[in-house]
């Protein structure tokens, strides 16, 4: 399902666009039309199948076409580690780009400027505050946050949450809400604690469950840590050392597909592309092409990643890391059809560590990083940091008026 379909806003659909966002998962396709229409939602998803842009999608969405109270707040999302309220909060940005729709990450652990930034936002009103239990209950009780217009509060990873303690912290955020609200809670799982917990703050819920599936295990995956600048001549190293009859690449941008696919044909390889900017014939010109074996490899965004089905792919390379498992395990899943065995390469950049690091949590196993040849020169060491360095300094963000 193309996020086209959804019926947002243009202004976030250019943020979409941006954030590279193709086909929606799974989870995404099944919860935004609840959120849409207002119901409250209980989802069972695991990190990795995209839960974060589904409740994110609809919350700006609705704060774009209805009317949002300025100097309230208008959402919550609830984390339990600062970790997940920074990465939710970058992830918020992005997508909120050309809107005027404003946010802020509210987490321990900040200095006196950062305490200072928060106070304002949520005294003066964001449209969403992302925040974690322990710090917003403590800018609560000092008197100043506005919270009688909120519309929507999600809690992500509920069950983690619970695990670590929150429960007493979020009933107290919760009992200073309006009653009338869209409640949305996740979970990786269902123990008798969120059951409770669901009953307590859902009214009439729509529940949805979502199990990530796993690549087949004839498909060996494989990985090369590279720098960016490498990864041409890695892509060139891998097509060239064994004969591959077809082999597909996978880019998370449709300038990555064409930038690649230009210097494969300058390096005398035949290949051609499939992205947004090609007419629906000549996608299927260029898929006949590759089927019938004349065009031997094929780089492509995510529009494929679900929607071809050749039995004869014997190589998928990543050009980038995917954005979460979901599509890691779409764009994997392209080789070993039918009967056949197949190979999957992801090039990973220094960057991208943490994301692959948190596939292969996905996938519960560790996928063989292989050394690039000398020629390409040293590459960067895989040492994923679980805790991420402190980001740009925390600030309210107030969007992209457009005008």
Request: net charge neutral.
């Amino acid at each position: 399902m193309n996020f086209t379909e959804f019926g947002f806003d243009e202004r976030l659909m250019d943020g979409i666009e941006a954030s590279n966002y193709q086909q929606a998962t799974p989870i995404q396709e099944k919860v935004i039309p609840h959120i849409l229409a207002g119901k409250d939602v209980l989802a069972f998803a695991q990190t990795g199948t995209g839960k974060t842009a589904a409740f994110l999608l609809p919350i700006i969405n609705q704060l774009l076409v209805k009317d949002s109270h300025a100097g309230s707040i208008n959402a919550m999302v609830i984390v339990p580690t600062r970790e997940l309220a920074i990465q939710i909060s970058q992830h918020l940005e992005g997508l909120s780009y050309f809107t005027n729709v404003s946010s802020i990450a509210v987490y321990g652990g900040g200095d006196g400027n950062n305490f200072v930034q928060e106070k304002k936002a949520v005294s003066s009103g964001a449209d969403i505050v992302v925040c974690t239990p322990g710090k917003m209950m403590a800018h609560i009780k000092m008197g100043y946050v506005k919270l009688q217009h909120l519309q929507y509060l999600v809690l992500d990873e509920a069950d983690r949450m619970l695990d670590m303690g929150f429960y007493d912290d979020i009933m107290f955020i919760i009992k200073h809400l309006p009653q009338k609200r869209q409640n949305l809670l996740f979970s990786a799982t269902m123990p008798f604690n969120i059951k409770k917990l669901a009953q307590t703050i859902l009214h009439q819920p729509e529940e949805v469950s979502i199990s990530i599936s796993k690549p087949p295990d004839k498909i060996v995956q494989k990985a090369f840590m590279v720098y960016d600048a490498q990864k041409i001549a890695a892509v060139l190293h891998i097509i060239r050392e064994a004969n591959y009859k077809y082999v597909l690449i996978f880019c998370s941008s449709k300038l990555s597909v064409k930038q690649l696919t230009r210097e494969l044909k300058r390096n005398k390889i035949v290949a051609g592309e499939i992205h947004s900017d090609l007419e629906q014939q000549q996608r299927e010109e260029v898929l006949g092409s590759f089927r019938s074996g004349r065009l031997p490899v094929l780089v492509a965004t995510d529009i494929l990643s679900r929607g071809i089905d050749i039995d004869s792919i014997e190589l998928v390379i990543n050009f980038d890391v995917p954005h979460d498992g979901e599509d890691y395990v779409h764009r994997v899943g392209r080789t070993a059809r039918a009967e056949s065995d197949g190979t999957a390469i992801t090039l990973i950049n220094p960057k991208e560590q943490r994301k692959f690091a948190a596939i292969e949590k996905l996938l519960g196993k560790s996928i063989d990083k292989l050394a690039l040849p000398e020629a390409l020169g040293e590459q960067p060491e895989y040492n994923p940091v679980l805790k991420p360095k402190p980001g740009p300094k925390k600030r309210f963000n107030k969007g992209r008026r457009q005008v």
